[in-house]
């Protein structure tokens, strides 16, 4: 389950049935008991290179100069310092350094 305070407008979650979908101001005010609904992505690759990173460097992925290392060994992200587990926290670290929202590539 994903903590409300983690999120921001636009973030991607799952919903219930495991769809990929931006965070709105709905779910952002949903009762506790319905938030269960509502599942992190986890970061991974493929949703790097979805949010428009390209691979360079092996093990490493930029997109502009916002770079994420990621180890292949115990599959872990990092970005500036900061271990990243799903893809709502890169967008939220991502638009704090940028100012500039990560969305999904079509």
């Given at each position: 389950?994903?903590?409300?305070?983690?999120?921001?407008?636009?973030?991607?979650?799952?919903?219930?049935?495991?769809?990929?979908?931006?965070?709105?101001?709905?779910?952002?005010?949903?009762?506790?008991?319905?938030l269960g609904t509502i599942?992190?992505?986890?970061?991974?690759?493929?949703?790097?290179?979805?949010?428009?990173?390209?691979?360079?460097?092996?093990?490493?992925?930029?997109?502009?100069?916002?770079?994420?290392?990621?180890?292949?060994?115990?599959?872990?992200f990092k970005s500036h310092?900061?271990?990243?587990?799903?893809?709502?926290?890169?967008?939220?670290?991502?638009?704090?350094?940028?100012?500039?929202e990560l969305k999904l590539?079509?």
């Amino acid at each position: 389950m994903v903590e409300v305070k983690e999120l921001r407008i636009g973030n991607l979650v799952y919903n219930g049935i495991g769809e990929i979908f931006p965070a709105n101001v709905y779910t952002l005010q949903m009762p506790y008991s319905e938030l269960g609904t509502i599942e992190p992505i986890p970061m991974s690759e493929e949703m790097l290179v979805k949010l428009g990173f390209a691979d360079s460097f092996g093990s490493c992925y930029t997109n502009g100069n916002f770079t994420v290392d990621c180890s292949v060994i115990n599959n872990t992200f990092k970005s500036h310092g900061v271990y990243i587990e799903t893809v709502h926290q890169l967008q939220n670290l991502y638009f704090a350094l940028t100012l500039t929202e990560l969305k999904l590539e079509p």
